[in-house]
Structures are given as C-alpha cells and as structure tokens.
C-alpha cells in the first residue's frame, strides 16, 4: 500500500502555490470548486527549442538501445502507474473534475497500454516480400521515428497521453509533450512518474544526456509554444486530441511542411435502438455514454436514433435513471456526474440549448433551467440534460459536437432511416446498435452501416479498450492511436532488398548498359 498523496507528485520546479502566480504562470483550477490547485510556469519558446534539442539528442542513442529494453523500461513506468494508481486518479478528478471511478479508470487505461506496449516490444514485425530477381532477398523493417508531439486535451489528461508516449517509447522515439492549458498538472505528475523510473535505472545510460528527455514536457501559450511545435521540422509527428478546429490547424500546418499527423478529434456518437433491443441493457449503456464524464469524452453519447415502437419506453426509462444522477464533488463515491471543466464550457451547452429550441426540439429534463439552479454554486456544474427531437428533422445542433451532457432522441421507423441519420453528421468516432436481430447488427456493421472508426454492437459508445486502434473517420482526423497495429504511424517503414547474388539485374526485366 502507498502512502503517496499526488501533493508529493507535483514537486516541480515550474509548479507554485497559487498565491506566488505571476503573469508567467497559469493557474490551474479545481472545476467542482473553483478554487485555484497549483500554478504552472509557462515555458518560453527558448525554452520550448531546449527541449526539443535535447530530445533530439537523446532520440540519437534512445533508438539503438533494443526495442525489449525500452520495453523494460516501460514495464517498470507501468509499475510505477500502478503505485500511484490512486494519487493520480485523485488528481485527474480533482484537476479534470472526473469522478473518482473514472479518474482511476484513466489510470487504469495508462497501466494498460503500457502492459501491451511492453509485448510489443518484442514484437514490432516487418514482412518478408518475395523478390522478383534471383538470390534476392526483400523485406520490411520498422525503424523509429525521431522526438514525436503529443498534443492533449483535457478531458483524457494521462491516458491519451499513455497512448502515444508508451508506444512511442518502446518504437525508439523521443516525445514531447504538450497538455491542455487547463490540466498542466496531471501532466507534471505523470512526466514525475515516468523521470522517477528513468533517473533510477541503469539499462538507458546514455554518453551524452538525460534518459529523462525521452518523455519530454513543455508547457505554454499558442505563441510560445503550441504553434512552433506544429512547425518545428525536428518533429516529424504531431498526434494530436481535440477539436475538429484544433485539429484543422493542426493538419494544415504539419500537412504544409509533409510530416505526419495524428489527429483524433471530436465525435457525434450515436446509438441506434431497434424494436428488438434489450432495454434494460440499453438504459445502463446510454447513461454511462451520455451522463459519464458530463458527456465530456470523444465517445460521448450524443444522439439516440430509437425506433418508434420503443422510443417513449426508452425515453421514459432514461428520464427515471437521469433523476438518480448524483451531481457534486467528484471526489465523493456516491457522485455519478461532475462539473464541466470551464465555465466556457457552460456557455457552450446553455449556447446549444437555446438553439435546440429554436429549432423546434423540446427539453425534456435539465436544459437551461438545470444550469440555472446550478448558477449560484461555485463550480461548473449543470444538469444531464435530454432533448427529443421533432420527428423526420435533423435540427443543426444535433450536427455538432458540444461537449457537454446533452442527448439527442430521434424516432425512426427502420434501419434505413436510422443509417441514413446516423452517418448524416461531419464526424465520425464511435456508434453502437442496441439489437437482437443478427440482420441489423451485421448490417450495421456492413460497408452501407456505420462510417465510424468504432462500430460496437449491444455496447454504448464510449469507454473503449485499449487492445483495439482508436479514432475516427471525416472530420475525425483518421488517425489511430493505442492497440492494433497503431503503433506503426510512432515509426518509418523501411523497404529493404539485399541482393546476395554475383549479378546485377534490375526489376522489370530493364537492361541498362
Ligand atoms: C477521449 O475522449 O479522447 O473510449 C478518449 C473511451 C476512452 C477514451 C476516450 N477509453 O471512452
């Protein structure tokens, strides 16, 4: 048992009391309360190209230790995740404003992914490709990519995180990485996590350098730091989380100088509720999607396209199930929802409310009202919240992502409709059909059913396992990151012929000379 409280993870020199904040520091809040946790120093672009300089010097040595070195390395990282399992949950609820289960479950996700990046640390196969030519050997070897950006949102603070730099790790990259403005301390809690483990090993004892700037962090404004990452030419991969607008810019910018991007972006998940569905299973699976995190994740439940002869059952079994939600300090056991992370964010969801409206849809529970009776409170905090959608429209709202508890019901007649609707949106990150029908699930999982990156049947959208690659299509980015064979983006595909032959043919049969 550890005795740690995640105060001790914050030791930092870049980390202050609140009171000692000058202009150079952000101050990062406790969404539930809004009191001020901790100050951060923002770094200065000077100090933003030290570091990548010296991830860059450090990538030179990193990339020849053997990949089931690094791997060792991670396997002790994801110990240390494990010791500190509960310190660090207590600090993604406290600076994120998860609920405590879902602050230890984000840790639990980072434990994971560094357990399976340690297997594939022995395990990063290339092919062997038959030759055309006599005595000619061919194949396909992965080598590393270089120092990586990892660019985070809030709402994932460490796993997102874990994700990229565990793989990239074991693939012989260097990162840096840069967190969201609103949760700089998880991030300093996690890079302590990873430096403790570097710092007291001696498996990575590099000639010239630190071990600790293969997980590099750098904290800043856009000016300073975020915009000369995109453009830096010694990084040639951005991954990137958040916004689709964010991620425009992002893709513009590494797309303009030809690196690559990872880009994992906003969602609009949808649920489709066939006649035949379990009910009882879809209630639990839409109030974890929709209520869990405040409907803050990528996945988040946002519309449910439920079948006419269901829909009132399943609106009716929601609304009972939505009154149980206990909203308050996520630190509690009994809470179920949190507060938003900004008081933007509130802005955001009164904003989409009030559009609903307007486009004929009609608030059945929490709406404008709920985020009144909240208003005096300290703390972001608003009520789940659902909408029922007029029949046969698809109001714009409902085409957007707000990151808030908000959720669509829609009413349709068949499987056609409910495709129709449910790929009728710019994003595409997770979807789920809740039915017994095996017709419905294969169709829904066919080239004319769901266009998401994830398609899950008799399961909600959100809450993901590591094991498979994670993203989505359209304004989603692409891009995949964690299991699978994400890993393949962290490094650079190398064609390799050796010709072991005393004659010198070319391909295609060409003579030459
Ligand atoms: C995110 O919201 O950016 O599938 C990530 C899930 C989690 C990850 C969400 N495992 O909901």
Sequence with gaps: MTTTT???????????????????????????????????????????????????????????????????????IGNAFREYERPLGELVAMEAGKIIAEGIGEVVECIDIADFAVGLSRQLYGLTIASERPRH????????????????????????????????????????????????????????????????????????????????????????????????????????????????????????????????????????IMDDADLDMVIRGTLFGAVGTAGQRCTSTRRLLCHESVVDEVTNGLLKAYEQVQIGNPLDDSTLMGPLITEYAVEDMRNALVQAKEEGCEILCGGIEGIERWADRPGNFVEPTIVKVPRGTQPEVTKDETFAPILYIFTISDLDEALEMHNNVDQGLSSAIFTNSMRSAGRFLSPEGSDCGIANVNIGTSGAEIGGAFGGEKDTGGGRESGSDSWKVYMRRQTCTTNWSDEMPLAQGIEFG
């Design 6 to 76: 995640f105060s001790s993870l914050l030791e930092h020199p870049w980390v202050v009391d609140p009171s000692d904040a000058t202009d150079s520091h952000t101050i990062s809040y406790n969404p539930a309360t809004g009191e001020p946790i901790a100050a951060v120093r923002r770094q200065t672009n000077e100090e933003y190209n030290d570091q990548v300089a010296r991830s860059n010097a450090i990538f030179k040595e990193w990339r020849m230790l053997p990949a089931p070195k690094r791997g060792e390395l991670v396997r002790r």
């Design 137 to 272: 050997a061919m194949m396909e070897q992965w080598q590393p990519l270089g120092t990586i950006g990892i660019i985070s949102a809030f709402n994932f603070p460490v796993a997102v995180w874990a994700w990229n730099s565990m793989l990239a790790a074991v693939c012989g990259d260097t990162m840096i990485w840069k967190p969201s403005s609103t949760t700089p301390l998880t991030a300093i809690a996690m890079t302590n996590v990873a430096h403790e483990v570097m710092r007291n090993q001696d498996i990575f004892t590099p000639e010239h350098g630190d071990p600790c700037d293969v997980f590099g962090l750098v904290f800043g404004s856009r000016e300073e730091v975020g915009e000369p990452l995109l453009a830096d030419r010694r990084i040639p991969l951005i991954s990137a989380t958040g916004s689709c607008k964010m991620g425009r810019r992002v893709g513009e910018v590494v797309g303009g100088r030809l690196a690559k991007s990872l880009l994992e972006l906003g969602g609009n998940n949808a649920i489709i």
